[in-house]
C-alpha cells in the first residue's frame, strides 16, 4: 500500500498552543497583562515550546500546584517529560524570585500585630517542609530590622540555647525580638516544649533589656498561625 504524500492531521493530534489564537495564547497574555493570567498560562510562558501549556498542566498536576512545585527539587522537575534540567532551573529561578519579591515588598515594615508578623513569613514558612525557627530583630519604633534563621531540621524546643536566640538581637542592637517557627504538621497548636521555651526567653530578655515581644507558631492555610503572646501562653 502506498504511503500518502500528505497526512492531514486531527486537531485533537496538535499542541493546544497551534489551536488558540495569538491573543489567548500565554507569552502574549503575560505580555499584557501578566496578573491577569492563571498559574498554567504563567508556567507555560517560562516553559515555552510547542507543547508548553500540556507541560505547564502536567506539572502542576503532577506537583499537585504550585506549593508542590516549590518545594520539589529541580532534579525532579527536569525529570518532567519536555521539562529537561535547564527549564527545570528557569521554573525555579523564576519561583524563588516571586519569593523574593513577597520579602522585599515593604522596606523596613512596623510591626503593629501578630498579624503583621505573620504576614512577613507566613507565605514562605508556611511551605517549609522541615521546622525551622527564626528570630525578627526589631528596632526601638518595631520596626523590622533583620529575619535570622536559628534552627532547622528535626527541631527539639528543649535543645534550643538561649543565648543563641540573643546573639544577634546584641549584635545588631535589636530593641526587641519575636521568635517565630513553624510546624510541617500543618497544626499551630503551641506544644508544652513551645511554651517553656517561650518563657524562657521571655525572663531572660527582661534581664537582657531585649524584650521579647511575641512568639508566632506557622501552620499551614493562609490563616494557620497561633501568637503565644495573645494566648497567654509563656507570658507572665
Known amino acids: 500500500m502506498d504511503t500518502p504524500l500528505f497526512q492531514i492531521q486531527s486537531p485533537y493530534d496538535l499542541p493546544k498552543l497551534r489551536l488558540l489564537p495569538l491573543r489567548e495564547q500565554p507569552a502574549y497574555r503575560v505580555a499584557q497583562n501578566a496578573d491577569a493570567c492563571n498559574l498554567a498560562e504563567l508556567l507555560a510562558a517560562i516553559v515555552g515550546g510547542q507543547n508548553q501549556i500540556e507541560i505547564a498542566e502536567d506539572l502542576l498536576k503532577r506537583f499537585g500546584g504550585l506549593r508542590g512545585l516549590y518545594q520539589a527539587h529541580v532534579a ?19 519561583l524563588a524570585l516571586g519569593k523574593k519579591l513577597n520579602q522585599d515588598s ?26 525551622y525557627l527564626k528570630v525578627m530583630l526589631l528596632d526601638t519604633r518595631n520596626r523590622l530590622i533583620e529575619i535570622v534563621e536559628l534552627y532547622h531540621g528535626s527541631l527539639n524546643m528543649t535543645q534550643v540555647r538561649v543565648g543563641e536566640v540573643f546573639k544577634p538581637a546584641v549584635q545588631r542592637m535589636a530593641h526587641g525580638i519575636i521568635l517565630v517557627h513553624n510546624h510541617p504538621s500543618g497544626d499551630p497548636s503551641p506544644s508544652p516544649d513551645d511554651i517553656a521555651l517561650t518563657r ?24 494557620g498561625y497561633v501568637s503565644l503572646k495573645e494566648k497567654g501562653l509563656g507570658f507572665s
Open 200 to 223: 524562657a526567653i521571655a525572663q531572660a530578655g527582661k534581664l537582657m533589656d531585649i524584650e521579647l515581644l511575641d512568639h508566632l507558631i506557622i501552620g499551614r492555610t493562609s490563616t
Open 106 to 131: 515593604q522596606e523596613r515594615p512596623q510591626i503593629h500585630s501578630p498579624a503583621d508578623c505573620a504576614a512577613l513569613v507566613q507565605y514562605e514558612m508556611s511551605l517549609l517542609e522541615q521546622e
Open 76 to 94: 525532579e522537575i527536569g525529570s518532567v517529560k519536555g521539562i529537561g534540567q535547564q527549564t527545570a532551573v528557569r521554573l525555579k529561578a523564576a
